[in-house]
């Protein structure tokens, strides 16, 4: 009796363990791979910048819709007096029509009435730079963003407080075309940005950004 009671038990477990198995294998594995990087900003690759804006990452890098534009402006006054310049770079997205990322710093006085190409290149020297008005002629830099709804988001704006705020020029990359001397950034930040319209913050942090300024 017993016998004929362990034979109908042992085909009920391997009946059990073959489904089992069934389910395991349709079960796709667990990828434990971590994500990629958004992508690698280095001088010899393209422009951009890579930020962490209130914990969500946010990516800007140079293609079709987001295009590199750099400026530049000042005040040339007549010797011995010194003129003053400030540099602009930054990209532009041609699906909003508005500056997606915007880096401003100033301000270098020079002997006018053109700026001399070595002190264009020595303006951008590796080191830390600190927030503030860059168009005032006061040494100063300003970063500005745009958000995906269209809100403008900058240094500038609202009470512009930068207490504990950092950013370190870490490499430049320097040459020379037919339209003038170029300077190409490395640089890494933290910063406060503000609504420009409410004056709310945004805290960005573990950012990075490579950018070409030109003078001409």
Do not use: H
Request: proline share 6%.
């Amino acid at each position: 009796m017993m016998r004929n009671l362990l034979l109908p038990l042992s085909l009920c477990v391997f009946l059990l363990a073959g489904c089992k198995k069934d389910e395991e294998d349709s079960t796709p594995p667990a990828n434990n791979t971590p994500p990629p990087p958004a992508f690698n900003l280095t001088l010899n690759g393209s422009q951009g910048v890579q930020m962490v804006v209130n914990g969500s990452l946010i990516t800007i890098g140079e293609s079709g819709v987001f295009l590199p534009f750099y400026q530049e402006d000042g005040v040339i006054n007549t010797s011995p007096e010194l003129s003053t310049r400030f540099y602009g770079a930054g990209l532009y997205d041609a699906t909003a029509d508005a500056n997606a990322f915007l880096m401003q710093l100033g301000t270098l006085e020079f002997d006018g009435p053109a700026v001399i190409t070595e002190d264009f290149w020595n303006f951008f020297a590796t080191g830390v730079r600190a927030y503030g008005p860059a168009t005032a002629g006061l040494d100063g830099l300003e970063l500005e963003w745009t958000d995906g709804g269209g809100v403008i988001w900058s240094t500038r704006c609202g009470p512009g407080t930068q207490s504990g705020s950092v950013f370190t020029i870490t490499e430049v990359a320097t040459s020379e075309d037919k339209m003038g001397p170029i300077a190409r950034i490395k640089a890494s930040f933290n910063c406060n940005l503000y609504n420009c319209s409410t004056g709310a913050a945004m805290v960005v942090s573990s950012a990075v950004l490579v950018l070409e300024f030109r003078n001409f």
